[in-house]
């Protein structure tokens, strides 16, 4: 195999040791907020819309827990939304992923060393999926340091 070629390790167990520190939108802002904490972490606060409502929501950092907090907005159970960057209003939403579940659109962050974090956008279906695209060395690190927290 050719060693330069990126890597897919797809991660689909949820798991609540893992807590995601470090997404970003694609231009880079850092969306963790250390002043609304869910469960004693920062939260990841993204704008969100829902026809013509407009609020934040944030979210629960442990990968597999969904203590979502609504800010200004109420959702109703089973809609469908769109998460923008708080800082810079970009679109958040992976054009090239549905949920494998309800085939809703899904969002996408960005992880340190190149992954992503998806996720559905329907509220209630929960559906994550955990990518982290990386070159085989990489790769090795993340075995070998028997940790994952520098990659999210
Ligand atoms: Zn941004
Ligand atoms: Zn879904």
Known sequence: MNTKEKIRIEIEMPTDSLKVEHATCPNGHLLADPTVKINGKPSIKVKVRYKDQEGLIYLDPVYGSYENI?????????????????????DLKNPDEFCQVCSSSMFMFHLPHGGIIEGCLKKGCMFHKLDIVDSEQQLARLFTNDTMSSFL
Do not use: H, N
């Open 70 to 90: 609504e800010r200004g907005i109420s959702i109703p159970k089973g809609a469908v939304v769109d998460f923008f960057c708080p800082v810079c209003g970009a």
